[in-house]
């Protein structure tokens, strides 16, 4: 009679589960959104935005609702949302929608997360703990980029998108580094010995490297 250790462990081993399958999808979106944005498809590159938003929060839900949790999925999910994140800087700088000074303030903060991570690797930590602070940060970047390529708008639309775009933006900024300081505390708390404080989980439900 299999244990329910035995049965987790069965679920964490699960590859081909919906949540999987979307944050697939989400990563085969990656592509396509950098090609439409670069070209000025706008429409297009916002609803594949919106769409990896909406996927990203439909594959936690799931996941959690039919214990579909998988190691796979721990991984895939993180890195969707960085390349997203990766190429929205890259395509919205690129067009002068968004400012360097965001682009760089982003990007420190992965690389001192890569380099607390690379530390924690060599003393045998493969990673950290979720935090809800930190897919709170992704989730306002999220929908902060789409917004901001709205607000490139000359009309009524680009108007209104403007101003949400960038209040989204400023939190997902704070956030982001909030969660990095939770981090570098987690990765303290470890290299010392002592367990680290896991924060709840976020919107994905699922255990990662880092959010």
Do not use: C
């Not at 690379?118 to 992704?138: E, I, S």
């Not at 209104?160 to 987690?186: C, D, E, K």
């Not at 290299?191 to 919107?203: F, T, V």
């Amino acid at each position: 009679m299999t244990g329910r250790s035995g049965t987790q462990r069965q679920s964490r081993d699960k590859v081909l589960t919906l949540p999987n399958v979307l944050s697939m999808l989400r990563l085969v979106g990656v592509p396509i959104f950098l090609w439409a944005i670069l070209s000025q498809r706008d429409l297009l590159a916002f609803g594949i935005l919106a769409l990896s938003g909406a996927t990203d929060y439909a594959d936690g839900k799931i996941a959690r609702a039919f214990g579909m949790e998988s190691a796979l999925g721990a991984m895939l999910d993180p890195v969707a949302d960085r390349l997203y994140i990766l190429t929205t800087l890259v395509g919205l700088a690129w067009r002068d929608i968004i400012p360097v000074w965001l682009v760089v303030v982003l990007l420190a903060r992965e690389v001192v997360m890569a380099l607390m991570l690379l530390v924690l690797q060599r003393r045998g930590q493969t990673g950290l703990p979720v935090h809800f602070v930190g897919k709170a940060a992704t989730f306002n970047l999220l929908y902060a980029f789409p917004l901001l390529l709205l607000a490139h708008r000359d009309d009524w639309l680009g108007a209104v998108s403007r101003p949400l775009g960038w209040g989204f933006a400023w939190w997902g900024v704070g956030l982001y580094w909030l969660a990095a300081v939770l981090y570098a505390i987690q990765a303290r708390q470890v290299l010392s010995g002592r367990p680290a404080a896991s924060g709840p989980s976020g919107p994905s439900g699922r255990s990662a490297r880092s959010g």
